[in-house]
């Protein structure tokens, strides 16, 4: 089989890494940029951080607070309009998935004509935009490696995403101290994301190599890590790990895709307005168990990244049937709520089951799965 993978985005990760940013955004040749981030950010103080290191280093700013939760095409629309006009020549994003895929979105309008929901899919030859900096400030969705920007279309009701080379950073700061603040719901949720984009990356059709090896050390370094800063978030050595747990598992779905789960979690998202990572974790184990059928020497992989001991003699049931209840089990340590503790009846989780199975990403699920076989893993995850 031939494949092709690689990793786009460089990297500095350490303790106060952000520190560097006026610095670094200064040697990408900026002189004037947006800061993109949310309200609350700057009430923890954050913001105000980078902004005086920018300005420390002589870079002008121009701040947008309006980031809200996914991101819908107007707020981006807005902020382009913004930038185009104060004649940007950067972008520093600082926050989580919301923040960095605005500021992937206002790029992609830098230079090509909104809306944006014009350039919705896969897109080879859009005009360049500036350069990006990202710097996340929680450790689960990965955007900050990757090459697509997730939208919200208002007129629509949907989410979709730009996948093009627009949507990629300059460069990611990774600073475990700007997440020691996550609260403890959050650490679990976004934790549960980066872990479903690490085991769907490792089953799905896309798998390579690379992705292979970023997911089991994602998966790793979650089953160790994730309990200990849900526990504990000031344990900087968790975030640490959290934070490179992340974006390998970033890295390993920008390379390899995800599948069946992330249309189940998009889907749930969008018609009960779960947190994705909720929405995530709620049916993971039960499609990891699915995939098993065929991908059973992966999902035996990532039951022993999960530290689960599997037989040699074990059939591709058995293998999955450890692997739901090994990743259940961590689910539950992080109190994450299933799909009835949500308040969603059955029938209602149910009758998304069409929608999910005409999803795009089912293309990368291992095996075929009729619209009846996702109901059922629903059925199956509904209580557990
Ligand atoms: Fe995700």
Redesign the pocket.
């Known amino acids: 089989m031939i494949t092709s993978f690689g990793v786009f985005v460089p990297i500095i990760m350490g303790r106060g890494a952000s520190y560097r940013t006026g610095l670094k955004v200064r040697e990408l040749g900026c002189k004037k940029v947006m800061v993109v981030y949310d309200k609350g950010l700057k009430e923890l103080g954050i913001t105000d951080v980078i902004l005086d290191n920018l300005h420390n280093a002589g870079v002008e700013t121009i701040s947008f607070d309006g980031v809200v939760p996914d991101p819908p095409d107007t707020i981006v629309e807005a902020a382009a309009a913004l930038a185009k006009k104060e004649g940007i020549d950067g972008i520093v994003a600082v926050g989580g998935g919301s923040a960095i895929d605005s500021a992937k979105g206002i790029n992609v309008l830098m230079n090509n004509e909104p809306p944006i929901m014009k350039y919705f899919g896969i897109q080879k030859n859009l005009k360049k935009g500036v350069p990006m900096v990202f710097i996340p400030t929680t450790s689960g969705?990965g955007s900050e490696v990757t090459n697509m920007c997730v939208i919200s279309c208002t007129s629509m009701g949907n989410k979709d995403s730009v996948v093009s080379p627009v949507c990629v950073g300059s460069l990611a700061i990774l600073d475990p101290e700007l997440t020691i603040g996550l609260p403890p719901k959050l650490t679990a949720a976004t934790g549960i994301?980066a872990l479903?984009?690490a085991v769907e990356a490792i089953t799905g059709g896309q798998a390579n190599p690379l992705s292979d090896a970023l997911a089991r050390e994602a998966i790793r370094i979650i089953a160790k890590w994730l309990p200990v800063a849900y526990r504990d978030g000031k344990n900087i050595e968790a975030r640490e790990y959290m934070i490179l747990a992340s974006t390998y598992a970033g890295m390993a779905f920008t390379n390899a895709l995800?599948h069946l789960g992330?249309c189940i979690?998009h889907a749930l998202g969008a018609s009960f307005h779960i947190p994705?990572g909720i929405a995530?974790a709620v049916t993971l184990p039960e499609v990891i168990e699915y995939t098993s059928k065929t991908e059973f020497k992966k999902v035996r992989m990532i039951c022993e990244c999960l530290g689960v001991d599997v037989s040699e003699e074990a059939t591709a049931e058995a293998i999955g049937e450890t692997a739901r209840k090994a990743l259940r089990s961590l689910i539950k340590s992080l109190d994450i709520p299933n799909i009835k503790e949500l308040g969603i009846t059955l029938e209602d989780a149910q009758k998304l089951a069409p929608k999910i199975t005409a999803d795009s990403g089912m293309a990368l699920a291992p095996y075929r799965i009729t619209t009846a076989g996702v109901a059922e893993i629903i059925k199956h995850a509904f209580d557990a």
């Open positions: 969705t994301d479903a984009h995800v992330h979690a994705h995530c």
